[in-house]
């Protein structure tokens, strides 16, 4: 027999079935809901999440109407909710952007708030859980642009598994899933899915680390998703205990603080009780805004200095022997 015979006899190895991605930790109440904005991702989690729990799960889709490409998206959402047997309900919405605020940031906060007023709507005694499609790359990228901010822990900490906002617990079961492996898994499915056009627009820092930095982590750290994953879940292990740090030393220095009993802290422990106190007044503070407040605490050691210093949309003025924040949008 000839070598090409041999070769043709031999059979064609068959491709090794693409694990489907995991939900095991995924401990949802039922009902519950998933995002599907009908991107890869989300049709990925709405397919696996229907197989799992048929009949019971809802989808919510928002139409922001910010691209040419969003009635294609409504469509196959509610097409592929019309296979699976999934109720879905479409919210429209205008994610106009504040001045100062990126289109992102204000697509993003109306999307939440878009999912919280659906289930509100329709299923208010049925309905506290909703999934979210984020995985293993978006947590990725959402720290190295921490990282790029200069971010402290809070953002290091990147995206929570589980949150709690609006009354709702907000889930991502897939946070430890590379992009890639869902879609993989719908392919082999045979699922389509709509393409975002924006993705593939370099403009969008996060477009570039998708397209520039994560294949280069890739060759240099294999594993990189499993370790970033890992350090953000020490950051946020670790800004648990700064926050029960603050709330134990704000008991102390009193409401508001007292300046005296603030300065015999460390440094770092001001600097975590001031940052905890101001969030909590709704007026977060930078790194320079806190850095000055700091040395102005320092110097206040005589009865006549001042403290009169912007932050966010308030001030921090010394009244006595205490801080306090005040907001000239409420002031008589």
């Not at 969003?70 to 019309?82: M, N, S, T, V």
């Not at 109720?87 to 697509?107: I, T, W």
């Not at 720290?143 to 809070?154: E, H, Q, W, Y």
């Not at 460390?266 to 007044?281: D, F, I, T």
Request: charged share 20%.
């Amino acid at each position: 027999m000839s070598a090409c015979k041999a070769m043709a006899a031999s059979p064609t190895p068959k491709p090794k079935p693409v694990k489907a991605p995991s939900l095991a930790h995924f401990t949802p109440g039922l009902p519950f809901a998933v995002a599907l904005s009908g991107g890869a991702d989300s049709t990925a989690l709405l397919l696996a999440c229907a197989e799992r729990w048929p009949g019971q799960v809802r989808a919510i889709h928002v139409h922001h109407g910010l691209q040419a490409a969003a009635d294609d998206f409504e469509r196959h959402c509610l097409a592929l909710c019309k296979e699976l047997n999934v109720p879905l309900v479409v919210q429209r919405v205008k994610a106009r952007h504040a001045p100062g605020e990126s289109p992102e940031d204000a697509a993003r906060k109306a999307r939440y708030q878009a999912l919280a007023e659906v289930v509100a709507t329709h299923w208010p005694d049925e309905v506290r859980d909703i999934a979210l499609a984020q995985h293993a790359d978006d947590q990725v990228e959402t720290v190295l642009l921490a990282l790029s901010r200069g971010a402290g822990l809070p953002g290091l900490s990147a995206m929570p598994a589980v949150a709690l906002r609006s009354g709702l617990h907000f889930h991502r079961p897939w946070l430890g899933e590379p992009g890639a492996a869902l879609r993989d898994w719908l392919r082999e499915r045979q699922v389509r899915w709509i393409e975002d056009p924006s993705n593939q627009d370099l403009q969008f820092t996060r477009n570039r680390i998708r397209a520039e930095i994560l294949p280069a982590l890739a060759q240099a750290f294999p594993t990189f998703r499993q370790t970033f994953a890992r350090s953000a879940a020490h950051a946020a292990q670790a800004q648990v205990l700064l926050d029960e740090l603050a709330q134990s030393d704000l008991q102390t220095l009193g409401t508001p603080p007292r300046i005296q009993l603030l300065q015999q802290l460390s440094h770092a422990r001001q600097a975590n009780a001031l940052r905890h106190w101001l969030a909590q007044q709704g007026s977060p503070a930078s790194t320079v805004q806190l850095n000055e407040l700091l040395r102005q605490v320092d110097a206040c050691r005589t009865r006549g200095h001042r403290i009169a210093l912007k932050i966010g949309r308030g001030q921090v003025r010394r009244e006595g022997d205490c801080l306090h924040w005040y907001n000239p949008e409420v002031l008589p």
